[in-house]
């Protein structure tokens, strides 16, 4: 049992060639053989390795050549190795092959590891796919429907994102946070501040309280959308309703004033964030607070540039 708590700790910090190393010891032992969980952890810790695909899928078939049939957790965790490392035809795979098998059958987290890694490839198509499968196998919850909306967000389908996301209810599965925040990203890849701002107000009517990373994106599709003045409006009221604006949602705003040439309001906007460190400038923003970086001072030159403030930049 140590041997397997030891594989799992390497596993989650990261030391995924002492996962392996341990394993083999295991193996090796007369007394001790690894097991399910053995080879699970030791999979799951190729996730952090170069690579780690190739290991993960030759654990795969050393379980079956020592008799153990791989369980519905190693498979799990090859496909989000497989993902984790671009290589979501492998992923499928192996989805695939756990469909085929009457035991084990793939479960909710097999189908959203399997559409995060069509996601991040920017297989959209084969993300609605999967989906489809779920629902008519009745394994899904809110994060395969985010995870296929944010795979139709990285190819910008904020059309069928927002066809996604009416489905929810059908499948009997509430829209929360995350779903909101895939929606209303996939509005700012399109530049529909229009429905972003609906989003907002449709969350609110829900019950489900928008955050800053709802704010900052539904400040990006104003941004994209060329509507300056209401990317104003929203930053200034995220204030009044509890939200603290960050600096994703400055820059976001910053950016917009900038397309309109509206240097003055860019200015002031810069002035109400924190002055950047020195050693920051190259970091991006996002969490609590708004820091001036690079991206803040290249939007504010950006829209004196545009006016031709040139002194002013």
Not at 18 to 29: D, F, V
Not at 69 to 98: F, H, Q
């Amino acid at each position: 049992m140590h041997f397997n708590a030891a594989i799992d700790a390497c596993g989650k910090s990261g030391r995924w060639e002492e996962a392996l190393s341990l394993l083999r010891e295991m193996a090796s032992m007369p007394s001790v053989s690894p097991d399910a969980f053995s080879f699970s952890s030791a999979i799951s810790a190729q996730a952090k390795a170069p690579n780690g695909w190739r290991r993960a899928l030759a654990l795969l078939r050393a379980m079956r050549m020592q008799g153990l049939e791989p369980s519905r957790y190693c498979y799990n965790a090859a496909i989000t190795v497989c993902g984790s490392g671009g290589e979501w035809r492998r992923a499928l795979k192996l989805l695939s092959d756990m469909e085929d098998r009457p035991n084990p059958p793939p479960d909710v987290y097999s189908f959203n590891t399997a559409i995060a890694a069509c996601g991040r490839a920017g297989q959209w198509r084969t993300a609605l796919e999967l989906l489809e499968r779920a629902t008519s196998l009745g394994v899904c919850d809110v994060v395969t429907f985010s995870s296929a909306m944010g795979a139709l967000r990285n190819s910008g389908r904020w059309e069928q994102a927002l066809e996604v996301l009416g489905r929810m209810e059908a499948a009997g599965v509430r829209p929360n946070r995350v779903a909101y925040a895939s929606a209303i990203s996939a509005c700012a890849t399109g530049g529909q501040w229009v429905l972003a701002i609906k989003l907002l107000d449709d969350m609110r009517e829900a019950g489900v309280s928008p955050d800053v990373r709802h704010c900052a994106a539904a400040i990006a599709a104003c941004d994209r959308g060329g509507a300056w003045e209401m990317a104003l409006k929203l930053l200034l009221r995220m204030d009044g309703r509890g939200v603290p604006p960050n600096t994703v949602a400055y820059n976001s705003a910053i950016s917009a004033c900038a397309r309109a040439a509206q240097w003055r309001t860019a200015l002031a906007l810069l002035e109400r964030m924190a002055p950047a460190p020195s050693s920051s400038l190259g970091e991006r923003g996002g969490g609590q607070g708004a820091t001036a970086n690079t991206v803040s001072y290249n939007s504010a030159i950006s829209a004196c540039g545009r006016a031709g403030a040139w002194e002013v930049s």
